[in-house]
């Protein structure tokens, strides 16, 4: 069951947890699953069929470019995170 | 093409004519008129010393040289500091002792450190770092370049 | 200083000559504004004299007459974009700011924004015929200053944008437009109940100025808009994808149309990878028929491409009496400039990364100002976050009477910590870096006279991953020739090519490196973050690697036998009978049997690095009479994983420490009430020279990445965090002035010191 570290501007939504054990085997799914918890929640991170422009995700500490397509483990930790860029 | 003037100049040794406006730089006569990009430009109001070139013996920031000025002067330019394939002294130690990283300020500082060791052959640091001071270089942090200078002046002492 | 075994290794480690030295010694490399075409005509911009003004009217009719003139441009000749939002490979952009930024359309938003360009015969006639073009403006107050632009009823510079909140709802359209385009909040624990525990808290605002990469290159772009539709752009650029992405949206043309050769680069530190010249110097070339090269004056180059911002910053720490942290609370506001997109994000998530906080509040703001639109500065954002942070546990030490590199290593980040922003840390080495000041005889010199004083201070870079593309080839010799995109501004064709090398069981000298155009190698993400050595680093080992599985399949033909028998060992193939055929032997041979062996490799980006830490030293002297600071000796150490090449490992610690320095000691934009920069040459914006500084000493410290076959960690930006922090903290040892703003030049020191 991957963990999903809630954002704290989202945490509204999913009555203050900060922390939420979703199923799923990817991030999309993961985002499905969270979204049936807990209506809103998809919007906020999607657009369209996308993660929204400037949400990067993290996957065991790990920023993946693969999006919504990165595959978890049952013991995955994922956060969404600012993209961030170097110089 | 009234008012353009012709320019006799020697250049790394080679007798030169070129024309020009009297509004023109030696810098850019030298890169767009004659085609020697070796010099570059950074700032064009001779801050940065990316465009040093020699003329008459004395290191210039060629920016602030009207090309009509060198009518008749000796110029040498980074395009003149190798010796057909081999590299003279000061180049050679800036490559073995990594002294550039982008190497846009690397023309620049190797004609200026060529004028230096021709008028000190064995500068402190101090003396390098004085008459270095008109080059900027934002990529190495100047550490290595010195230390490249310090070599090559060595290098050259033990040899004559 | 390794801290685990290292590997013996044949090439890492070494420290050949660069593939394109000769080149760059001798003023034979080619750089941007170095490059002639048959036809080419040369541009000039026409830039808005005023800071915050709305466009009446557009008139160029003088300017087209003038004899040689050949075209100008609008921003009318740029295609509308509306509001889309596009992945531009290091980060999301907003279509309608970059096209403004490119020309200005409704609205100038800085002094120096681009509103026309004029193609023509000589760059003395653009120049002339710029001056000719007239501009009808309605002025606006300028906003200069950040806490300013935040205020409910300051002037509006964008009336679209609303805040954007990470992970809230989208504002409401019938909302208030806003000058605060992003708002960030990261938590972690109860920070009441964490300030509860402390036995002692420090707080501080600070303020830092707008300072710019200051790389000696102005930007450039040279392009031709053929009649077969294809445009090739040869440019300064720290990513050709990225360029030729953007220009391709920005002219909304297919993106294979575009072609973006990159000429060496100048010098970038993050201030070219946003694109200015091409679009322009693009529909100049379609209007003209000729090819136009475009390059920036030093002056357009401060006031127009994208500094680091200016911020205003609050911080809190807590801390029990016996130096334990717990708790931290950081509010910071970075200045994006005209549009939105400053690295604050990431300064949130820096801010508290070199310790182990158990409670803690991050909240930041981007900003909209009537200055250039920022842009990455080497590790963007850290810097700033890194001189208040330092400074308030410099603080701590001073009144718990504990020694800085002791408290550091009691709080320091480690494998397993916990980021205030959430994720958990892997293998890290700040306490490498920490232990490798406190046992350096530079730490444990003393430092004897007057009004002198020594400082410490750590910082941090997330470094990134990203894509990568190489290719490789044997030739008949022996050698590879190696094909990459990663545009090389400090040595990493030679890193990379090092790491090939190494792979294979050949020389850094057999390798032939070349960085190619975008036509000619595959996807390739931008020179920056860090990266290079790390991300394009592994797609070479993995061409090397397939490389190897092509010979065994030949040497397997050779010998008769089945490729299980053979396998490759210290650059060569082997047999199960003691055959043995060295690289250089079994690549005369590849035409024979069979043809060309091409490696392939790709980093994918789901690899990542772990992070980089910095921890220097520094000894300064204060004049008390002029406010003057003189660095007497400076150390810096850094864990870097392994330094593939150690000269230039060593470089861009020196180098990122010396742009630290004058961000500390000098480097601001002086802004005058109406919003021009006053001081926007090398004369007045003034960078440190060699007489500037001392040799800057490095320790590196090798703690190897896991996610790197050698323990590559990128070295490119974490050392230009802690310089100005740890000067501050020697100024303080040595006078006891606590500086609270950057840069700490003369004036701004003789102040604080006359207030004492």
Known sequence: ?87 | ?160 | MATIDKPKYKVIGTRPIRHDGVDKVTGRAQYGADIKLSGMIYGALLRSPHAHARIKNVDTSRALAVTGVRAIVTSADLPEQGDRVVELGEGAVNMRHLTANVLAREKVLYKGHAIAAVAADNIHIAQEAVKLIDVEFELLTPLLDVQEAMRVDAPILNDEIRTESFGSAPAAQDSQPTNVAKHFIFEKGDLAAGLAEADLIVEREFDTATVHQGYIEPHNATVHWNADGKITVWMSTQGSFSARHQTAELLKVPISSVKVVPMEIGGGFGGKISVYLPPVAALLSKKSGHPVQLVMSRTDVFEATGPTPGSHMRMKLGVTKDGRLTAGAAWIAFEAGAYTGSPVGAACMCVFSCYDLPHGRVEGFDVCVNKPRSNAYRAPGSTHVAFAIETLVDEICEKLEIDPAEFRLKNAATEGTRRVDGPVFSRIGMKETVEAIKNSEHYRSSLEGKCRGRGIASGFWFNAGLRSSVSATVNPDGTVSLVEGSTDIGGSRASIAMQLAETLGITAEEVIPSVVDTDSVGYTDVTGGSRVTFSTGIAAIKAAEDIQSQLLQRAALLWEMDVSCVRYEDGAVVGPDGQSLSFKELAAKLNATGGAVIGRGTSTGEVNQAGAYGTHCVDVEVDPELGKVQILRYTAAQDVGTAIHPSYVEGQIQGGVVQGIGWALNEEYWYDGEGEMRNATYLDYRIPTCYDVPMIDTIIVEVPDPQHPYGVRGAGEVPICPPPAAIANAIHDAIGVRMEQLPMSPPRLLEEILKK
């Open chain 1, 1 to 87: 069951m991957p963990r999903v570290f809630i954002p704290p501007a989202i945490k509204t939504l999913t009555n203050d947890q900060a922390v939420v054990m979703t199923s799923g085997k990817s991030i999309r799914e993961v985002i499905d699953d969270l979204e049936k918890m807990f209506p809103g929640v998809r919007q906020r991170l999607i657009d369209g069929d996308e993660l929204r422009p400037g949400i990067a995700v993290t996957v065991n500490g790990n920023v993946t470019s693969l999006g919504l397509l990165q595959r978890l483990d049952n013991d995955a930790e994922v956060h969404f995170l600012p993209a961030v860029g170097g110089g």
């Open chain 2, 1 to 160: 093409m009234s008012g353009k003037r012709i320019v006799s100049v020697s250049i790394n040794g080679n007798p030169t004519e070129f024309l020009c406006e009297p509004r023109q730089t030696l810098l850019e006569v030298l890169r767009n008129t004659l085609n020697m990009t070796g010099t570059k430009e950074g700032c064009s109001n001779g801050n940065c010393g990316a465009c040093t070139v020699v003329v008459d013996g004395r290191p210039v920031v060629s920016c602030l040289v009207l090309a009509v000025e060198v009518e008749g002067a000796e110029i040498h330019t980074i395009e003149g500091v190798t010796c057909g394939v081999e590299m003279d002294e000061v180049q050679s130690a800036f490559l073995e002792g990594a002294a550039l990283q982008c190497g846009i300020c690397t023309p620049g500082f190797i004609v200026q450190a060529e004028a230096l060791l021709a008028q000190n052959p064995a500068p402190t640091e101090d003396d390098i770092r004085f008459y270095l001071a008109g080059n900027l270089c934002r990529c190495t942090g100047y550490d290595k370049i010195v230390r490249a200078v310090q070599a090559a002046a060595k290098k050259r002492q033990s040899v004559s």
